[in-house]
């Protein structure tokens, strides 16, 4: 290179002269290539906006394909719970759960995420949803609070087979205004009498408005954590025998002043299903099925056979279902309760032994009877347990 000669630089598209570099002020390079990263910071920004889209269109179009087809998942157990949600929330909201053979699909959800699904199930005076989604309904195994009051189930309906069947998380059961007999509240307990399962963890059981005596009593003593019962009128009255009877059979004192339990207040559906419970009854308002009519018109024959046998022996029917029927004060606010354990909460007036010597007494009166020969005490704890497990007991638990 020559002395005195001139040395040119192509820069970003532009010609520079090395001395004019070296003279000018470094500002305007800098300037240059200040404004060359600029664009680049705003293009990264950019991208991460882009890319942060891309993943949240590819999240909705993979859950979009789970929905779609969520009848050939086999199981969701081990998803996380929040991901569970929301494709739940997606398939309801697309109104999969409202369509034919969706049992299936709720059932994939129950499996994995139990109560989160339905903890409570609600279907007071609601009976055409009972009947109508009565396949549905048993995906639901997990519930722990389910009201059927006036459901019009009678003696005889299939769901009580579904509540025996629950894995002893049902704690509160109210079946009150159904028509429900003597034989039928031995029909609900018969597999928990006899199979020793289901229905170990119930705690609150109403049976008020059925016309059932105080000779049911003894199909609850299966209940072995019952602490409060519900009997309003019924064909028991309040009267000292009764509460004799009732703390001697189920440990059970009444309760003065109603339990609030039993205003059914509370009740409600709760859980991720509750928005599907409230389409199926929306879908069924507007244009029944002939075969839910057909359905229902059988369940009412079934419900009226436990009511008319009640008005033929000249009782009132069952008050809430049917509306305008005048209640026997008699019979009002029979309420039950357990007494904790360290108090003696027991009324002055109804002097009885605790529930573990009844028995006793009972061998006693036989022992007395002047027809029958001198036995042990064995035979007469044979006695009392057949009667839980007589033949129509056996044909139930064949029936299961």
Not at 12 to 36: F, H, I, M, N, Q
Not at 146 to 157: P, S
Request: aromatic share 6%; with cysteine; glycine share 8%.
């Amino acid at each position: 290179m020559m002395e005195g000669s001139s040395v040119y630089v192509r820069e970003r598209g532009k010609l520079w002269r090395v001395c004019d570099l070296a003279v000018a002020p470094a500002a305007p390079p800098a300037g240059t290539r200040a404004e060359s990263r600029a664009p680049t910071d705003n293009h990264c920004r950019m991208s991460s906006r882009a890319e942060g889209s891309l993943h949240t269109s590819l999240f909705q179009i993979t859950l979009s394909f789970v929905v779609d087809h969520i009848h050939l998942v086999e199981s969701l157990v081990g998803f996380p719970e929040q991901i569970g949600r929301e494709v739940f929330a997606a398939a309801a909201a697309g109104h999969v759960f409202s369509r034919p053979n969706s049992a299936k699909a709720l059932r994939l959800f129950a499996d994995a995420y139990g109560d989160l699904l339905l903890g409570s199930l609600c279907l007071r005076h609601r009976f055409p949803l009972l009947h109508e989604r009565m396949e549905e309904i048993r995906a639901f195994r997990c519930l722990k609070s389910l009201d059927l009051f006036g459901c019009r189930l009678g003696d005889h309906h299939e769901i009580f087979q579904h509540v025996t069947s629950l894995p002893n998380s049902l704690v509160q059961l109210s079946v009150g205004g159904n028509g429900l007999s003597d034989s039928g509240l031995q029909r609900l307990t018969a597999p928990v009498r006899m199979r020793r399962s289901g229905l170990d963890g119930l705690r609150v059981l109403d049976v008020s408005y059925n016309p059932v005596s105080e000779k049911a009593l003894r199909y609850l003593t299966c209940l072995t954590k019952l602490s409060q019962l519900d009997v309003s009128q019924t064909e028991m009255r309040i009267s000292a025998g009764l509460q004799r009877t009732m703390w001697a059979v189920l440990g059970l004192l009444h309760s003065h002043t109603p339990l609030d339990l039993f205003n059914h207040s509370g009740c409600r559906t709760g859980g991720w299903a509750e928005q599907v419970v409230d389409q199926w009854e929306a879908i069924g308002s507007e244009t029944p099925p002939q075969k839910t009519v057909e359905e229902s018109r059988r369940s009412a024959l079934c419900f009226s056979d436990g009511r008319q046998r009640w008005i033929r022996e000249g009782r009132s029917s069952c008050g809430p279902v049917d509306g305008g029927v005048e209640e026997d004060p008699s019979r009002a606010e029979l309420h039950f309760y357990r007494p904790s354990t360290g108090g003696a909460e027991e009324p002055p007036s109804v002097a009885v032994s605790p529930p573990e010597e009844a028995p006793r007494r009972h061998q006693q009166k036989r022992k007395q009877h002047p027809g029958e020969r001198g036995v042990s005490q064995s035979p007469p704890r044979k006695r009392s347990f057949p009667s839980a497990l007589t033949a129509e007991d056996m044909e139930l638990l064949r029936s299961y």
